[in-house]
């Protein structure tokens, strides 16, 4: 007997939780109390916003003074494989780059402090940890640039342009 009651009660929560994630327009008018609605788990699977746009990590190599030319970082490789859309480790650079490139982009750059703070934050340092250790062994310095595609998918508007590094 206690073991229907409790697989009833459990039943009742995951169609609440349901209910609660499935139809948030729905939230105001079927879980009207603040007390129901604190046990009930908000888990969006889904952003409100979602990420709708790539970034494109360039970067150009220094030595003896010359530059390269902007090349840049793949970070995803196609695997043609029917698992891809459930298993897909190979997307996750693509995922690191954007979650990077958007909270380095969300920094405030207008004073010259605030400039030196982008250099010291996380994101900034991740990016340019990653490209001193892939950089050729003649390279003396790195720059780093994000770019994203235009609307019409044909060339890239660059969004950060980094300082010159030495690797």
Same mark, same amino acid.
């Given at each position: ?9 459990? +039943? ?49 190599? +220094?030595?003896?003074?010359?530059? +390269? ?11 043609? !494989? ?31 402090? !605030? ?53």
């Amino acid at each position: 007997m206690i073991d229907i009651a409790v697989g009833a009660i459990l +039943s009742i929560y995951l169609f609440a939780t349901l209910l609660y994630a499935a139809f948030p327009k729905w939230r105001g008018s079927i879980f009207r109390s603040e007390k129901v609605v604190r046990i009930i788990p908000k888990w969006n699977f889904f952003a409100p916003i979602p990420g709708t746009q790539d970034f494109y990590l360039l970067y150009r190599e +220094s030595c003896n003074g010359n530059f +390269s030319h902007w090349r840049e970082v793949d970070f995803y490789t196609y695997q043609s !494989d029917p698992l891809t859309f459930i298993w897909n480790p190979n997307k996750k650079g693509k995922k690191i780059l954007f979650d990077i490139a958007t909270l380095l982009l969300a920094q405030d750059t207008t004073a010259k402090e !605030d400039l030196m703070r982008v250099k010291l934050s996380i994101p900034y340092l991740m990016i340019l940890n990653y490209l001193s250790n892939h950089c050729t062994e003649l390279a003396e310095n790195v720059q780093f640039a994000i770019a994203r595609p235009t609307e019409d998918q044909v060339k890239s508007e660059l969004m950060y342009i980094s300082g010159i590094h030495n690797v």
